[in-house]
């Protein structure tokens, strides 16, 4: 069940819902340019005793595009307003890549909010990651409106470690196209810009799970052992 909800940080998100309401809250958090219907897949193979929400961030899919306010600290608050919004004391929250710091920002701000957390294709830190910083400055730091198609498709299949269904791939090919060059130019520019805030992480006690894939090309093993050692 798809649905939108406003919140008090000035932005309406949208989100997908399925499971019992009195089921464990399993929040979801999608990786950049992706939306909610990124985890359908995943949703579908999840028991009824999981009450599954994947949101849709700011400035992604069809939720609303402020003007500004695409760091991690920004997301985080809005998180906080859904779950204050649906009366969700805490929940599990499951972050994947750019999720996963947001993920990250959020229990180290709120530690009470958090029963546990997944880390899927995690990093410690994007500030100043040369990949990201590359793709900044051959695509993106001049990047206007509309955005190439050629450039989301190419960025969504270097995205892929191996082949996906068609039809879901252009679903997030689709999702990715209703985001405005000026989010991901802010969106990427936030993430080299945002100190490492991973030693924070000390402090938290939730149960992790860390999740990554030998092929992943973005978020490196050693990102995962140090997250794991912190």
Known sequence: MTRT????????????????????????????????????????????????????????????????????VDMAEDLRAFMDALRLPAAVIAGHSMGSMVTQRFVTLHPDRVVGLVLMGAFRTIHRHAGVQEFWDTALATLTDPVDPRLVREFQESTLARPVPPEFFEIVVNESLQVPARVWRQTFNGFLQTPDFSEELAAVEAPTLIAWGELDAYASRADQDALHRT
Do not use: M, N, W
């Open 5 to 72: 909800v406003a919140l008090p940080t000035g932005v309406t998100l949208q989100y997908i819902e399925r499971g019992k309401p009195s089921g464990l809250p399993v929040i979801f958090l999608h990786g950049v340019t992706d939306s909610c219907r990124s985890f359908e897949p995943l949703l579908e193979r999840l028991p009824e005793t999981i009450r599954a929400l994947a949101i849709t961030l700011r400035g992604h899919g069809a939720s609303s595009k402020p003007e500004d306010g695409y760091r991690y």
